[in-house]
C-alpha cells in the first residue's frame, strides 16, 4: 500500500507534537521510503515521504526548533544542482548522482537484475564466453542518456516542456532498444501543454548545450524513472524472453533496491552523510 499523502503543514504538526525518540528522515517520494525501509540507518529515523523536493526543504527548515530530535532531508540532485551545489542549507543531502534509481544502477544490483529477468541465450558475451554485462550496462545507458540530455536542457532552461504519462513504447524500439528521437518528438507534441512549443529547435539546441557544461557523464543526466521503464522494456524481447508479457518497471526498481548491497552503499557520499547525522 502506498503513502498516504499529507500536506506539508500535517507533517510539521506530527514532528513538532511527537514524542516519538526516534530522529526523522523527509524524502520526496514513496519509491524513496521503500528504499530506507529495506536499509535501514543507523538508529533508525523516522522516515515520512513529503510528496516532493520543496516540500522537504520546506519542512526540514521549518521543523528544526519544533522537535529535539535531528530531522535531515534527502533530496534527488536532479538537475537543480547540475553543476552547482550552493543553494543547499544544513540538514539537508543531495543524492550523489541524479537520483538513487542511478545509484542502482552503477551497483552491482544491475547483474542481479539481468540474471534474474533476462535470457541467458540473449544476453551478450565476451570473447571468453562469460555474460558480457558491461555491454548491457552501455546499451541502457547510452538510451537513456539521450533522452535525459533533452529533459535536464529543458528544466535548466525554464522551458516548461512536459514530459507527463511517457508511453514509452512510441519512442523505444522494442526490438533494439533504441531511442528514435523523432518518434519522442511527436509524442511530446500530442500533449496538450507542449502544443505551439518548437521542440525540434529544442532538441537540437540541446545537443549543442550538452557539450558545453561540466557534468555530462551519464549517472548526473539519466532520469532515473527513464532508465527503469527502458530496461523493462530491454527484457521483454532483446535481452529476455517475455514477448508476450511485460514486466512492469516497478518490479525492476524493487528487484534493484532488494539487490543492492550495504557494502556498496557505504561507497556513496548520501549514505554516509545521512550515517553521520543520524549515528549520534
Known amino acids: 500500500m502506498g503513502a498516504i499523502e499529507q500536506k506539508v503543514e500535517e507533517i510539521i504538526t506530527e514532528i513538532s507534537m511527537s514524542v516519538n525518540h526516534n530522529n526523522w528522515l523527509i524524502v520526496e517520494g514513496t519509491s524513496d521510503e521503500k528504499f530506507f525501509r529495506i536499509h535501514q540507518l543507523s538508529n533508525k529515523p523516522i522516515v515520512i ?3 516532493g523536493w520543496e516540500n522537504v526543504e520546506r519542512i526540514v527548515e521549518e521543523s528544526q526548533d519544533l522537535n529535539k530530535k535531528i530531522i535531515v532531508g534527502l533530496v534527488d540532485r536532479d538537475y537543480r544542482y547540475l553543476e552547482d551545489e550552493n543553494n543547499l542549507f544544513g540538514n539537508i543531502v543531495i543524492t550523489d548522482y ?8 552503477e551497483s552491482r544490483a544491475l547483474d542481479k537484475v539481468f540474471f534474474e529477468f533476462g535470457s541467458k ?3 551478450p558475451k565476451n570473447d571468453n564466453g562469460e555474460l558480457d554485462l558491461g555491454n548491457i550496462k552501455n546499451h541502457l545507458s547510452g538510451v537513456t ?10 528544466y535548466v532552461n ?3 516542456v512536459s514530459f507527463e504519462k511517457l508511453r514509452y513504447s512510441d519512442f523505444i524500439d522494442v526490438n533494439t532498444v533504441e531511442f528514435k528521437h523523432t518518434s519522442f518528438l511527436k509524442h511530446l507534441q500530442n500533449k496538450p501543454k507542449n502544443y505551439g512549443l518548437p521542440l ?11 557539450n558545453e557544461i561540466d557534468l555530462v557523464t551519464h549517472e548526473y543526466i539519466r532520469h532515473g524513472h527513464d532508465l527503469m521503464e527502458i530496461i523493462a522494456i ?5 535481452y529476455g524472453s517475455h514477448n508476450n508479457k511485460s514486466i512492469p518497471s516497478e518490479m525492476v526498481e524493487a528487484f534493484f533496491r532488494i539487490s543492492i548491497e550495504k557494502s556498496e552503499l557505504v561507497n556513496f557520499k548520501f549514505w554516509n552523510t545521512l550515517e553521520q547525522f543520524f549515528k549520534n
Not at 234 to 238: A, C, D, E, V
Request: with cysteine.
Open 158 to 160: 525554464n522551458l516548461n
Open 121 to 123: 541465450g540473449k544476453l
Open 234 to 238: 530491454s527484457l521483454k524481447k532483446f
Open 98 to 105: 541524479r537520483d538513487i534509481e542511478n545509484i542502482l544502477f
Open 49 to 51: 515521504v513529503a510528496f
Open 145 to 154: 542518456f539521450e533522452l535525459g540530455v533533452f529533459r535536464a536542457y529543458c
Open 200 to 210: 525540434v529547435n529544442y532538441w537540437k539546441d540541446a545537443q549543442v548545450w550538452v
